[in-house]
T-cell receptor, first 117, second 116 residues
Framework: KAGVTQTPRYLIKTRGQQVTLSCSPI?????VSWYQQTPGQGLQFLFE???????NKGNFPGRFSGRQFSNSRSEMNVSTLELGDSALYLC????????????????FGPGTRLTVT | GNSVTQMEGPVTLSEEAFLTINCTYTATGYPSLFWYVQYPGEGLQLLLKATKADDKGSNKGFEATYRKETTSFHLEKGSVQVSDSAVYFCALNLNAGGTSYGKLTFGQGTILTVHP
């Protein structure tokens, strides 16, 4: 079974621009979560999508947004980029239980390395 | 809120040495606990997990036991190899209301270097 894929793997943007990152979960996984990893702040939760609905959100400004499509693929968007947005953005997918939507282990993609100049 | 505290690193060991990386947590309910490993330039790989008290997770020679009384989930390996050099993250999954939705709270990570 193919793992979680993320595109692009590397991205360089300029301050003020916007960026869209893409994530394809493991086949059959309906929950997709996004995380930001930086040397200073470590791994921080951005948001989670399940059945095309955001059901969890971390403490990030509104410039960070996301969505999930009917095939469970997800995108995240960052508008008006700032230097501090430079980070590794990780996507993770989970096999949420059909009856309850509960999630246990998450499987991560390789990440998208975003550099803002 | 929920939090995870890992022992400060980096940890440097010789091959075949015994490894312990301490992890303690604070949570308002009964979380699921995980250890993830990250190799240079890669994403996180799930190493092992435990979903209830006294569960022992194990994989590739690594073990960790979910101790509710001490709120701990320490990672151990009896004999490390050079290939175990990586960053190790302890994490928990528990949202407000006690539902295990897809939000992991991570520790700060521990860098492990193993020398031949």
């Amino acid at each position: 079974k193919a793992g979680v894929t993320q595109t692009p793997r590397y991205l360089i943007k300029t301050r003020g621009q916007q960026v869209t990152l893409s994530c394809s979960p493991i086949s059959g996984h309906r929950s997709v979560s996004w995380y930001q990893q930086t040397p200073g702040q470590g791994l921080q939760f951005l948001f989670e999508y399940f059945s095309e609905t955001q059901r969890n959100k971390g403490n990030f400004p509104g410039r960070f947004s996301g969505r999930q499509f009917s095939n469970s693929r997800s995108e995240m968007n960052v508008s008006t980029l700032e230097l501090g947005d430079s980070a590794l953005y990780l996507c993770a997918s989970s096999l949420a239980l059909a009856t309850t939507g509960l999630v246990y282990e998450q499987y991560f993609g390789p990440g998208t390395r975003l550099t803002v100049t | 809120g929920n939090s995870v505290t890992q022992m400060e690193g980096p940890v440097t060991l010789s091959e075949e040495a015994f490894l312990t990386i301490n992890c303690t947590y604070t949570a308002t309910g009964y979380p699921s606990l995980f250890w993830y490993v990250q190799y240079p330039g890669e994403g996180l790989q799930l190493l092992l997990k435990a979903t209830k008290a006294d569960d022992k997770g194990s994989n590739k020679g690594f073990e960790a036991t979910y101790r509710k009384e001490t709120t701990s989930f320490h990672l151990e390996k009896g004999s490390v190899q050079v290939s175990d050099s990586a960053v190790y993250f302890c994490a928990l999954n528990l949202n407000a209301g006690g539902t295990s939705y897809g939000k992991l709270t991570f520790g700060q990570g521990t860098i492990l270097t193993v020398h031949p």
